[in-house]
């Protein structure tokens, strides 16, 4: 069976495998204030940008830019979100948005309501985001009704699509005008910035976004998220937030030197575009044979219509993602590709459509 559902079902790396191999004896500092981590800080800030700390080493004092890891995706959402929201504001969010879908109500459980816009392709846009702040201030019952306190979009987003540079200037603008942080969720960033037609860089997003993270878990890590905070506004005590959540790894190094890794040599980088080649491969062979593709994807996830009969056949040999019924006798399918996606594994694909 070839695994084609989500882009984490396969462990890490080998570089990862065998820095934790290598390292593995190494007694340091805990809670991430290790060389690793320093290390991994260094290399993320000055991918995005921005100068890196002069010890390297985490401070409550740094100006030019901020990086804590975490283990997972939903738990670097929910401290983040949590601790950015007053306790009477919800976070504007597409109505597909992972916060909004797929983490159990875990920012609703923290007692903040996400605010869901609808869209047709999973994208926000800068006019919907004024809409949504407008229509609260002009509320005439404003203080009975949530207040709008921040915005998050992904990219790419869950529908494996991204914004352009523009989009996401007209976005920042937005917030800056109206005073709310835009955070961004990177848990697959890598494959959306390296992208076919993405004028987005890294640089960009750290200059447009107030917070967010580079994932790791669906990129090549084993496991891990790195959030980078951009406006001092919200580094003061953040350190304090993440103990209180329950999210401050004891073994933090384990994080960091995965991080180390992926931003040595360009790893993270070539393991994206390894993705996302494999994914293109797909789409040409989608595309050729006439399956209906609903979302123009440019990235490692590919959403394609098939008959029940068919896809009845694809899933004897492969797992692929069901999204939902199209109508009685169709489905939309996502198939994910990975890292680690192997090209004979396309190639067999290939011949069973």
Known sequence: MIYLSC?????CTPEILQRLAESNMEQTEGYGLDVHCARARQLILSACG????????WREDQTAGMVH??????????IVIGSLLRPHQGVL???SGHIQVHETGAIEHGGHKVL???????????????DAIMQHQFDPNIEHVVQPGMVY??????????????????ISAICKQYGLPLYIDGARLGYGLTAEGSNVTLRDIARLADLFYIGGTKQGALFGEA???TNAAYRKDFRYLIKQGGAMFAKGRLLGLQFETLFTDDLYWRLSRHANEQAMRIKQALQSKGYPMPLDSPTNQQFAIFEDDKLAQLQQEFTLS????TDPTHTLVRICTSWATQSEWIDRLIAAL
């Open 116 to 130: 869901a816009l609808p869209t047709k392709d999973g994208k926000l846009t800068a006019m919907q985001v004024q």
């Open 50 to 57: 921005l100068n890196p700390q002069r010890d390297g080493f």
């Open 227 to 229: 959030l980078v905070i």
């Open 93 to 95: 969010c597409a109505d």
């Open 153 to 170: 979009l992904s990219f790419p987003t869950e529908t494996g699509l991204i914004y352009s540079r523009q989009e996401l200037q007209a």
């Open 322 to 325: 069901v999204v939902e019924k």
């Open 69 to 78: 890891f975490f283990v997972g995706g939903t738990q670097t959402n929910e």
């Open 7 to 11: 882009d984490y079902q396969e462990g």
